[in-house]
Structures are given as structure tokens and as C-alpha cells.
């Protein structure tokens, strides 16, 4: 049998949403924001939550990075990043911070099995702010083989995702 590549139109796919969200603290880049809405469809994320800060959907970079999932992902946008976090641990979701801190641990040793989790994601050059930090239910990191201490968001939001949802307990 000759093997084929498989395309968007005939690559069969549960299409499904998870008791995953991502957080998006304060991130402003375009290209960013794009990539995540891309993430988040091929994922199943359940929605993406944009604190402190509006996408904006105009943007052909945006638009070309997500290759029209802004129009698929369901998504809000809020300044009320603290009452958020407060309602969604209400409905039992597990607040987990992607973040180098003094306390986090790297995410190869995550083993806990939540029922729902909440990925907070940090600003592009600052991270998560120190608010949501404290508001954290677990802090991890992507441990680093490199000089550098950190990358890209949405390449790190895609480890830490894929990573955490292998994780999520379905019954």
C-alpha cells in the first residue's frame, strides 16, 4: 500500500472540546495570538480567555497565523483577570501557571490527574503577572537545555498544553 499525506479534508477528527482553557495574560503580539488560536483548535482547548487585553481579529498577521481558527476557537476577553481565575477554580478547574519561579516545578514532573485545567500564559516579555501568579494552583516550567531561560509563548504553550492534557483525568 502506497502510503499518502493526509489533508484538512479527509483527516479524520473527533472534534471535540476539553476541560482545557488557556489564560493569555496581557499578550500583545499578533503572530502569538494567531498561533494560539491555531493551538487551541488542533488541541480541542475549550476556550481561550484573553486578559488584559483585546486580539485584534483585523490583524493579517493574526489572520495568517491562525489560519481562520479565530473564526472556529471560542474565545472572551476580560479585565477582570483575578474574578475569572476565582470562578473558574468554583467550577473545579485546576489553575496552572506556565512560569520559571522560585517554586514551580518543571513539567515533566506534573503527575496530578485533574478533572479540568486552566493554563495561565504570561506576557511576551514579562510573564505572568504577579497577581495570577498568587492565584496559581501549581506553578510549572519546561526545563530549559540551553543558555536561555525562556521561549516563545505559543511554542511553549503548545509543550505545556500537549503535555497537561495527556494529564486531564476523563473518567
Known amino acids: 500500500m502506497k502510503t499518502e499525506q493526509l489533508t484538512h479534508y479527509n483527516t479524520p477528527r473527533p472534534n471535540q472540546s476539553l476541560p482545557f482553557v488557556l489564560l493569555c495574560d496581557d499578550l500583545r ?3 502569538n495570538l494567531g498561533s ?3 493551538l487551541a ?15 485584534d481579529l483585523e490583524s493579517n498577521r493574526l489572520k495568517r497565523t491562525s489560519r481562520s481558527c479565530e473564526k472556529q476557537v471560542a474565545f472572551s476577553t476580560t479585565d477582570k483577570a483575578e474574578d475569572l481565575i476565582l470562578q ?13 519561579t522560585t517554586t514551580s516545578i518543571s513539567l515533566n514532573q506534573f503527575d496530578a490527574q485533574p478533572q479540568k485545567i486552566a493554563l495561565i500564559l504570561g506576557n511576551e516579555r514579562h510573564g505572568i503577572s504577579p ?12 526545563p530549559m537545555q540551553g543558555q536561555n531561560s525562556s521561549m516563545n509563548v505559543s511554542h511553549a504553550a ?3 498544553a ?5 494529564h486531564l483525568n476523563h473518567g
Not at 42 to 55: D, E, I, R
Not at 88 to 100: A, C, H, P
Open 36 to 38: 494560539l488560536f491555531r
Open 88 to 100: 473558574l477554580k468554583k467550577e473545579n478547574y485546576t489553575i496552572i501557571g506556565l512560569e520559571l
Open 29 to 31: 503580539s499578533p503572530a
Open 158 to 160: 503548545a509543550i505545556a
Open 162 to 166: 500537549f503535555h497537561l492534557i495527556n
Open 41 to 55: 483548535d488542533a488541541l480541542g482547548v475549550g476556550h481561550l480567555y484573553f486578559l488584559n487585553s483585546v486580539p
Open 131 to 142: 497577581e495570577l501568579i498568587q492565584l496559581a494552583d501549581q506553578l510549572v516550567h519546561i
